[in-house]
Structures are given as structure tokens and as C-alpha cells.
């Protein structure tokens, strides 16, 4: 606190305390009436007469009351009527702040010398409290392998994790998370965060698992991932493959499959087995896939394997299933299930 509050809040108690004990000593300097100073109680003194009761008395309760409630009629419409742009305004503030602090959550934490003095630690206190690091596989250009793409940094890339204790490096392809909602819904995302993907690179990270990261935590790197433009955008999928059948059915097949598969299954379905890059999801890779009959094949795109980790993509899932934000149509689950099938 600077000397300005300190003479304010000095200030604030004082000046009211001194007018309180000026008055008080008005008031008990004052003449006493007659009846105060016998000790008579106010029921057994002599009541006003009628004429004062009910005249210029009455009038002035009566006025008294008409203000009060005017000024009460007055002020509740004048604290009603703003009252949901206030509480709009407080619920952007908060979700503003939530996404700062998903960013922060979401950043490799700063690092600090120990030599630094207070006023550096200070500046990088938030930074230093909330980040977890997440830009350590999710975002682009950190790793030896790292791709050096702006648009990617904003959460999403290929990278390598390197364990600061062993030194150790892994090359599991870890997903871009700036479109994650062009694949799940937030309950998925949500449960992923806080249980991690177990046999995968990916960790627990909510409290109640095992983790570091407080249910505020989680919900607030979520707002901040959603608020990410891809996250707002449909997955595009070229026009022309509306509604691909004939001849077109497995070259769509294959715009399909990179604009909805490949970022789990590999740009070419190889699974987990492409030159020690691992991607995400079962093994997809060449051929691999045909151990499911065509109906077993077109079942699972529709409906996904939600608690495996592969969306739905049908209009309509079975009972149960969510559906998904950005379905395929009937056609194009034919497409890219043919698309599959020569790989
Ligand atoms: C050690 C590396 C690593 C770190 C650190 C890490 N992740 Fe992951 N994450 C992964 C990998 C690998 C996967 C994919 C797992 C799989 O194969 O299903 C993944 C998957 C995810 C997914 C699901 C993506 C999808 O398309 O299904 C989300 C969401 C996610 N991580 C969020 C986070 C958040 C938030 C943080 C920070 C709090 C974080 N991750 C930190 C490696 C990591
Ligand atoms: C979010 C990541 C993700 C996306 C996107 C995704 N998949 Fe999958 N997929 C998986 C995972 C994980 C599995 C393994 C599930 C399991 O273990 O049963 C899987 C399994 C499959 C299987 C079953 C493989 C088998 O051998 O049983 C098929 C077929 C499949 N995916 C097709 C697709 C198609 C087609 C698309 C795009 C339209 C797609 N997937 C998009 C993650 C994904």
C-alpha cells in the first residue's frame, strides 16, 4: 500500500468516527427534559394531545412515509432493469479470465534463475503457479522434431517429449489440439484431461486421478482450447465430395480421411507403426483394417468405440452414443470405409 491509500482508509475511519463523537457530545450536553431526568418511562409520561396527534404530526409521518416510498419504488426498477447486463458482463469477464488462465495452463511454465529478485518472480508468479506444460507435446516447435508453424503453436503439433529427469525422448505423436472439438465433444475431452489415455504418452492430470490439475484447472484449459479458432470451424471436406459415389467413392474417400482420420489414424492409416512416430488410435495400418467385414467396418465408423478413443461420425448413432457435432453422411462413411479398405 502506497502513503495516497493509506491516507485514505486513515481517512475513511477518522473523519466519520470524529462526527460521530462531535454529536455525541451535543447530544448529552443538551438540556434534559423534566420527565428524562425524573426517570419516568415513555408509557407513563403525559401523552400529546389529540389535536397535536392527529394534526401537523400525522401530516409529517404521512409525508415521510409517501418519500420512502417513492424513493423505494424508484430504486428497485433502477437496480432491476441493468441487472442482467451486469451479470452478462461478470459472466464474460469470468470466461475472459478463464481463458487467460487456460493459456497459462496450457504454457510451458517460465523458467526462473535462482538469482532472481523479487520483482522477476513476481512478474512471472501466475505463469510460474498454473503452467503445466501441456505446449510441451501439443504444441508445435518445442522438440528436436518439431514442426516450425506459427498457426500449429496455437496448440497443436508434432513434437517430442523429452523427461527432464532421464533426458529421455519419445516419439509419440501427440494431437494438435487447436480442431480437438472438430473431433470430440467436451465430456471426451474433459474425461481425457483428468484420466489421461492409459498406454499412451498422454497423463492424468486431474487431482482426483492423480494429477496435478484442480477441476478449475481442467475447465479453465478447456475454455481457453475452445476459444482457439479451429475449434470453431467445421472440418472441411471438399464439395464435390458431398455425396461421393461411382468412381469418386475412394479418391473422396481419401480427402475424407485426411480431413477427419488422419490426425488419429496417420496421413496414410499406418497406425502406430510409421519410422518410431507413434499416432494416435488402434493400428489402421496397410491392409490391417480387413480383419473387419465390411458391415463390422462401416458399424464401427458410425458409431465409434467412445470409451477407446474413436468418435462417432454417423448422423444418427446407436442409442447411447452422442451424436457427433460434425457427422458424415451415409455416403460418405461408403467412401472413406472403401478409401480404407485399399490401403
Ligand atoms: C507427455 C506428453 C503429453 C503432455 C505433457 C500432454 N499430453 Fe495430451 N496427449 C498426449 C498424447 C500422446 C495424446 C494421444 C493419446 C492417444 O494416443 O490416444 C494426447 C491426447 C490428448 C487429448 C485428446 C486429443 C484427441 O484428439 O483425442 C487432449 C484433449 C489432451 N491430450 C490434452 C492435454 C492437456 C490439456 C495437457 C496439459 C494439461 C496435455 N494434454 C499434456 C501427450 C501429452
Ligand atoms: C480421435 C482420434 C480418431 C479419429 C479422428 C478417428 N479414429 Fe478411428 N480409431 C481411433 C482409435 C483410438 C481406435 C482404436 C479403438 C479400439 O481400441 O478399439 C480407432 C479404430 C478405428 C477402426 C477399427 C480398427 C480395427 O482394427 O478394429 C476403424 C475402422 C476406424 N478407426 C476408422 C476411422 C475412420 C474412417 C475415421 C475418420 C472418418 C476415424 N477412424 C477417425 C481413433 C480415431
Not at 523427461?163 to 473431433?183: H, I
Not at 483428468?194 to 478447456?222: H, K, L, N, S
Not at 490391417?288 to 465409434?304: F, R
Amino acid at each position: 500500500m502506497d502513503t495516497g491509500q493509506v491516507l485514505l482508509v486513515a481517512l475513511a475511519v477518522l473523519v466519520p468516527a470524529a462526527l460521530l463523537w462531535g454529536i455525541f457530545l451535543m447530544r448529552s450536553s443538551r438540556t434534559r427534559k423534566p420527565s428524562i431526568m425524573l426517570g419516568i418511562p415513555h408509557a407513563m409520561r403525559p401523552a400529546q394531545p389529540d389535536e397535536r396527534l392527529e394534526g401537523p404530526r400525522l401530516e409529517r409521518i404521512m409525508i415521510f412515509g409517501l418519500i420512502s416510498t417513492l424513493a423505494v419504488a424508484i430504486f428497485i426498477p433502477m437496480y432491476w432493469l441493468p441487472e442482467s447486463q451486469r451479470q452478462a458482463s461478470f459472466t464474460e469477464r469470468f470466461e475472459e479470465e478463464s481463458v487467460e488462465r487456460g493459456a497459462l495452463i496450457f504454457a510451458v511454465p517460465p523458467e526462473i534463475p535462482e538469482d532472481a529478485d523479487a520483482a522477476a518472480f513476481r512478474a512471472n508468479e501466475r505463469a510460474l503457479a498454473l503452467g503445466q506444460g501441456c505446449a510441451q507435446c501439443h504444441g508445435a516447435s518445442t522438440g528436436e522434431s518439431g514442426v516450425d508453424d506459427p498457426a500449429q503453436a496455437a496448440g497443436g503439433g508434432q513434437s517430442v517429449f523429452t523427461d527432464p529427469e532421464t533426458g529421455k525422448s519419445v516419439n509419440y505423436q501427440a494431437p494438435p489440439l487447436q480442431n480437438v472439438f472438430q473431433r470430440w465433444d467436451e465430456e471426451v475431452i474433459e474425461f481425457t484431461i483428468e484420466r489421461g489415455r492409459p498406454g499412451t504418452d498422454m497423463p492424468a492430470w486431474g487431482v482426483e486421478y492423480g494429477g496435478p490439475m484442480t477441476e478449475q484447472m481442467i475447465d479453465d484449459v478447456i475454455a481457453w482450447m475452445a476459444s482457439l479458432p479451429g475449434n470453431q470451424e467445421a472440418p472441411q471436406i471438399p464439395e464435390d465430395c458431398a455425396n461421393p459415389k461411382g468412381d469418386a467413392l475412394v479418391s473422396c474417400g481419401g480427402k475424407i480421411f485426411d480431413a477427419r482420420c488422419a490426425v488419429c489414424h496417420g496421413p496414410e492409416g499406418q497406425g502406430k507403426e510409421d519410422k518410431g512416430i507413434w499416432y494416435q488410435g488402434l493400428a489402421l495400418w496397410k491392409g490391417d483394417v480387413k480383419h473387419l467385414t465390411k458391415s463390422q467396418h462401416i458399424t464401427t465408423v458410425k458409431n465409434g468405440r467412445r470409451f477407446a478413443f474413436m468418435p462417432a461420425f454417423d448422423e444418427a448413432p446407436a442409442q447411447g452414443i452422442p451424436v457427433p457435432q460434425y457427422p458424415l453422411t451415409e455416403a460418405q462413411i461408403e467412401a472413406v470405409v472403401a478409401y480404407e479398405r485399399t490401403l
